[in-house]
C-alpha cells in the first residue's frame, strides 16, 4: 500500500484509496499534504498558547487556514507547490515558537515542552518528506489508536479543512473573525493530545467545528455580498421565439435562430436526444 486517503465521498470502494487518488491525487501528494497537517498542529500549539497570554501573530494564523485549504481534495496536487508550503510552514512555525516563547518571558513563565516538529528537522528534499510523512499518516495511528479514534480524529481534521476553506476566501474579500483563527489553533492543538483519543471529547470537538463553520460561512457570505452585492432574481424565457404563424413554441435551451438560419444540432447528439430526466 502507498498511500491511504479517506477524506472524500470519491475515496475508492467507499474505504480509502490505497495506490492513487480516484481524484487524481498521487500518493506522493496525499503523503506531503500529511506532512503539512503534522506541521500545521506543530504551529498551533505554540500559537494557541501564545493567544493564552496575550500574544498572536496575523501571518500565523492566516498560514494556517491556507495550509488546511491547500490539502483540500482537488486544490492543489503539484508536489512542488506543496514542498512550499512546507518550506514557508517551517518559517512560521520558528515564528509562533519565538511569539509563544517571548509571551512566556513576559508572563515570568516556563514555556511547555511541545512534541513539535522543530527547524530543520523535516528533510529538504520531496522523497525524504515523503518517507517521513509515512511514519506520521493515518495508518499508523489506526494501527494504535483503531479505526473509530482515528475516524474522529479524521472528521475533525476534514472539518477543519473545509471551514478553512471558507475562511481563507473571506479572508481575502476582506472578512476576518480572530476568534475563528483562535478556534483553528485550539482544535489543532486538541488533536496533539490524550483527549483526542476519547470518543466523547472527539464528538464533543466534531460538532463544536460544525458551529464554527457555520460562523465562517456568515463571514463569507457577508464577504460576497459586501465585495458583488446581493444576488437579485431575473426573468429567464424558457420558450423559443416563433417566426411566422402557425408554429408551435418549442423548449428553448439557447439562443434563438435568426429568420432563414437552419436548426442547430445539439452537441454530441441527434435533434431528439432528450435533455434531463
Known amino acids: 500500500m502507498s498511500m491511504f486517503c479517506y477524506q472524500c465521498e470519491q475515496t475508492a470502494g467507499g474505504t480509502g484509496c490505497t495506490t492513487g487518488g480516484v481524484c487524481g491525487k498521487t500518493a506522493e501528494v496525499a503523503t506531503l499534504q500529511d506532512v503539512i497537517i503534522h506541521l500545521t498542529k506543530g504551529i498551533a500549539r505554540y500559537a494557541h498558547r ?5 500574544a498572536k501573530d496575523h501571518g500565523v494564523d ?35 515558537k519565538s511569539l509563544y516563547e517571548s509571551a512566556c518571558a513576559q508572563a515570568a513563565k516556563q514555556p511547555e515542552d511541545l512534541a513539535c516538529p522543530s527547524g530543520g528537522s523535516l528533510a529538504q528534499s520531496i522523497e525524504g518528506l515523503v518517507e517521513q510523512g509515512r ?63 476519547d470518543v466523547n471529547n472527539l464528538v ?20 460576497n455580498t459586501g465585495a458583488y452585492g446581493h444576488p437579485e432574481g431575473c426573468g429567464l424565457r424558457t420558450t423559443r421565439r416563433v417566426h411566422g404563424a402557425g408554429r408551435r413554441p418549442a423548449p428553448f435551451f439557447g ?20 435533455v434531463g430526466p
Not at 435562430?257 to 432528450?274: D, F, H, L
Open 135 to 197: 511514519q506520521i499518516g493515518i495508518l499508523n495511528r489506526r494501527e494504535q489508536l483503531g479505526d473509530d479514534i482515528t475516524a474522529l480524529q479524521e472528521l475533525l481534521t476534514y472539518g477543519l479543512k473545509g471551514t478553512a476553506a471558507y475562511a481563507d476566501h473571506a479572508q481575502i474579500l476582506g472578512q476576518e473573525d480572530d476568534d475563528v483563527y483562535g478556534y483553528f489553533h485550539e482544535a489543532l492543538d486538541f488533536l496533539c493530545t490524550d483527549a483526542a483519543e
Open 50 to 54: 501564545a493567544r493564552g497570554l496575550g
Open 62 to 96: 492566516v498560514y494556517v487556514v491556507e495550509a488546511l485549504f491547500a490539502t483540500v481534495t482537488n486544490v492543489n496536487f503539484d508536489p512542488d507547490r506543496l514542498v512550499a508550503v512546507i518550506r514557508q510552514g517551517e518559517q512560521i512555525l520558528d515564528k509562533a
Open 255 to 274: 439562443r434563438s435562430r435568426s429568420a432563414g438560419e437552419p436548426p442547430r444540432m445539439p452537441i454530441g447528439g441527434s435533434r431528439r436526444k432528450s
Open 204 to 223: 464533543g470537538q466534531v460538532l463544536r467545528c460544525g458551529e464554527v463553520n457555520l460562523t465562517v460561512m456568515g463571514l463569507l457570505d457577508e464577504a
